[in-house]
């Protein structure tokens, strides 16, 4: 891979990053009820999750998965059911969290296992990376060296956003009200649902 498409590759990166999903939604959710090292376990758990999914997709996994018909389909749903569950669990606890004076609870698994899960829920992330990789590889050049350049400069774009969507969220939970995290908890609750819709509803080509 030369210079200067490893920069077209890294551009490219850095406008996805730019774009929140489920992932920095549930991070921005967490920092703010729960504090910047829920945030950073998030952080952790999509890395391997995000890991997992480059590993697969590097290796060519995501055509047998793009193939495999309505077994796909099933894991499609089953992730999409996850983050409507995970909303409506936000939704649920913004309204009784502070009620008691009790501090938030922590979800069952810890905050690294919640956000792995959250990455592995949309399987379309690997026909993604399938059909993303291949524009940037040079053919003249060995493909798996460059499938884990590509590999780690995308995870290093996200760990680098999504820890800074963390840390802000932790530090500015400390000035916000109660009633101002719950009202986010909420906000962030309707995103992961609508999500979740939207990958119950779309189709994979």
């Given at each position: 891979m030369s210079l200067e498409l490893y920069?077209?590759?890294?551009?490219?990166?850095?406008?996805?990053?730019?774009?929140?999903?489920?992932?920095?939604?549930?991070?921005?959710a967490n920092g703010l009820k729960h504090g910047t090292?829920?945030?950073?376990?998030n952080v952790a758990g999509t890395q391997l999750g995000l890991a997992i999914m480059i590993a697969v997709a590097g290796i060519g996994l995501n055509s047998v998965i793009a193939a495999m018909g309505h077994w796909f389909e099933w894991v499609r749903l089953?992730?999409?059911?996850?983050?409507?569950?995970?909303?409506?669990?936000?939704i649920r606890s913004a309204r009784t969290d502070g009620a008691t004076g009790a501090a938030p609870a922590a979800p069952r698994g810890g905050f690294f296992l919640q956000g792995l899960l959250v990455a592995l829920s949309n399987p379309k992330t690997l026909v993604f990376f399938g059909a993303f990789f291949p524009q940037f590889i040079d053919p003249?050049?060995?493909?798996?060296?460059?499938?884990?350049?590509?590999?780690?400069?995308?995870?290093a774009c996200a760990a680098v956003s999504?820890?800074?969507?963390?840390?802000?969220?932790?530090?500015?939970?400390?000035?916000?009200?109660?009633?101002?995290?719950?009202?986010?908890?909420?906000?962030?609750?309707?995103f992961l649902i609508g999500g979740g819709v939207w990958l119950a509803v779309s189709r994979t080509r």
């Open positions: 920069l077209a590759y890294l551009l490219a990166c850095l406008v996805i990053v730019l774009v929140p999903g489920p992932t920095v939604t549930l991070i921005i090292r829920a945030g950073l376990a089953a992730g999409a059911a996850y983050l409507i569950w995970l909303g409506w669990k936000m003249a050049r060995p493909h798996g060296l460059q499938i884990a350049i590509m590999g780690l400069t995308a995870m999504d820890s800074a969507y963390a840390i802000i969220c932790g530090r500015t939970s400390r000035s916000l009200s109660q009633a101002s995290i719950r009202l986010m908890s909420r906000i962030s609750g309707g």
